[in-house]
Each structure stands twice: as C-alpha cells, then as structure tokens.
C-alpha cells in the first residue's frame, strides 16, 4: 500500500488538479437518468482521486462515501467539498485490500481505475435495483505507451464482466479514436 500512496500521491501533489474540477463528462451526462434508477441516494465513488465526482453527486442529493489510496487527493476532495458547501465521507483504503464489508449503496461510480477483482466486490454492495457505472481506459497503442497494461480493458471485456452478474447492462460503450479510449457500462443490479 505505502509504495501506491506514495505514488499517487506525488501525482496529485503535481497539479492543482490531477483531473480537473469538472465531473466527469460521462457521468455528467448520465446523472438525471441515474437520480431517476436509483432506490436510494446512497452512493459510492470508487478511486474518488480528489472528490469531482463524488462533489457532482453530493450537489445532485446523494450521500457520498469516497475512497482512495492517496491521502493528498482526499485532503483536496475534504476542502473543495467544504467550499462548495457539501459533506462526503471520504475514506482512505487499499483497494487492492479493501472489503465491502456490510455497506450497502444505492449507486457505486468508478471512473479511470481499473481493479478486476474488485468489480465483483462493489457489486455485492449494491442493493437490489442498485445502479453501477463504470468508465475507464481501453487498451490502445497509446494507453500502453502510458500506463500498465494490466490496469487497461481488453475490447469487449467491460461487457464480459458485466454480463456474467445478476442485471442488466442499460447502456455500454467502447469509444476506441481519441487520445484517451475508454470503455463505459450503466448497469442495473436485479
């Protein structure tokens, strides 16, 4: 965990913002069918980085549990939710450790970081007709000029994952041209 967080955290302390203030665009676009899915407005945000996303659904009426390895980006996402006037519970944990050990939400986002076996872990968490959204980064020859390709979705896999829990895939896509390709699921647990 130390050498993670260490490495994060050099990340984070780099810019003001490693991703910028701003939700990100997929779930920006997708929050009004979501408020409308959900049985409930209690949400977790897998890998929060520094809170955008986690702030975006705090503003939008959910109670939001963030957790992350990096204790510089939660230090952020604590004072930009202060000064835009909103709580979350953010949590700082290895998720490469982490158990969902009798917490329950009604949403779990996780957006840019990729843990397989972790997938089905928040899954378990979601209550029934829970909502999960997922994007992250494809495999491209530019994502693995860049990144390690363990951490990157093969083609077709986000659909494979997904197809093999109790649900329904509502929405998914592989968007491959861009700088940065990534694959994206809205799913419905049963």
């Known amino acids: 965990m130390e050498a993670d967080r260490i490495k994060w955290n050099k990340r984070f302390l780099s810019e003001d913002s490693f991703l910028g203030m701003a939700p990100s665009p997929f779930l920006q676009r997708k929050i009004e ?9 209690h949400a977790l945000d897998i890998a929060c980085g520094e809170g955008r996303n986690s ?12 957790l992350d390895i990096s204790d510089v980006a939660l230090g952020k996402a604590g004072e930009r939710s202060a000064t835009a006037g909103i709580s979350a519970d953010f949590r700082l944990v290895d998720l490469e450790s982490y158990r969902f050990e009798g917490e329950r ?8 970081f990729l843990l397989r076996e972790l997938i089905p872990e928040a899954y378990s968490a979601l209550v029934p007709g829970g909502i999960f959204l997922l994007d992250t980064i494809l495999e491209s020859p530019e994502a693995l000029a860049n990144h390690t390709p363990a951490y990157l979705l093969r083609r077709g896999e986000l ?3 997904f197809d093999k829990l109790d649900g329904k895939i509502l929405f998914i896509e592989e968007v491959t041209e861009g700088q940065m390709p990534t694959a ?4 419905k647990k049963v």
Do not use: W
């Open 33 to 41: 069918d979501i408020k409308l899915l959900t049985p409930g407005l």
């Open 55 to 66: 702030i975006f659904l705090a503003q939008h009426g959910f109670n939001v549990t963030g």
């Open 105 to 112: 939400y009604d949403l779990v986002i996780n957006f840019n």
């Open 159 to 161: 659909a494979s994952i």
């Open 184 to 187: 994206r699921v809205l799913f």
